[in-house]
């Protein structure tokens, strides 16, 4: 059953990750394995589309596109300024961060995590399933980034696509040059295992 649903996910998915991310040599240890790629995502039978990049020092970026592929809603985790940012509706805002890991999860992070041995967009995975019931089909050639996610409820997927390993550009992780940017005050408390 296991081998049918990572053999339909990877169909589903097109199954187009560069080739190369096996063979090559692993980042050095507290750095994360950067990445580009592209997911999609079904929530109450609504589907959205978008991008995800992930810098070598853990900053990430994500952003959900509109109808014809402009960004309609980021968020940004900049490592480096230990700062998060969000776009959504035409406007930008910034939090402070102090809880940022100082490397990725490995392994240890995942111990009951069982290998399967069908792949998603072309990437070996691992599934692993939270104690609130959340299954995530995580890749270790991705510093366990999770390419498929499966909540029960309310129905949410979004599955990873098209995944190069590749460092995105520096001006990704902070909004654009010029924009305004309104400070909120409080934490943010968000992902620490992208």
Known sequence: MRRALAAALCIAAAGCADSSLSSEVPPAAGTWVPFEGEFRSVAAGVESRGRVFRRRD?????????????PSFVTIENRAQKRFYSFSS????????????????GRDRYPNAAIEAD??????????????????LRAPELDY??????HGYPP?????????RA????????????????????????????
């Open 156 to 164: 949410l997927r979004i599955e990873h696509v098209r995944v190069v």
């Open 167 to 194: 460092d995105p550009p520096d001006g990704m992780f902070e909004p654009p040059a010029g924009s305004r940017v309104d400070e909120l005050p409080w934490q943010y408390e968000g992902a620490v295992d992208r």
């Open 90 to 105: 035409g406007s930008w805002t910034a939090q402070p961060w102090s809880r940022t890991p100082t490397a990725p999860p």
């Open 119 to 136: 792949r998603v967009a072309g990437l070996r995975v691992v599934r692993w399933v939270s104690g609130f019931g959340v299954t995530t």
């Open 58 to 70: 853990g900053s990430f970026r994500k952003e959900t596109l509109d109808a014809v592929g402009v």
């Open 145 to 150: 980034y999770p390419l498929v996610e499966e």
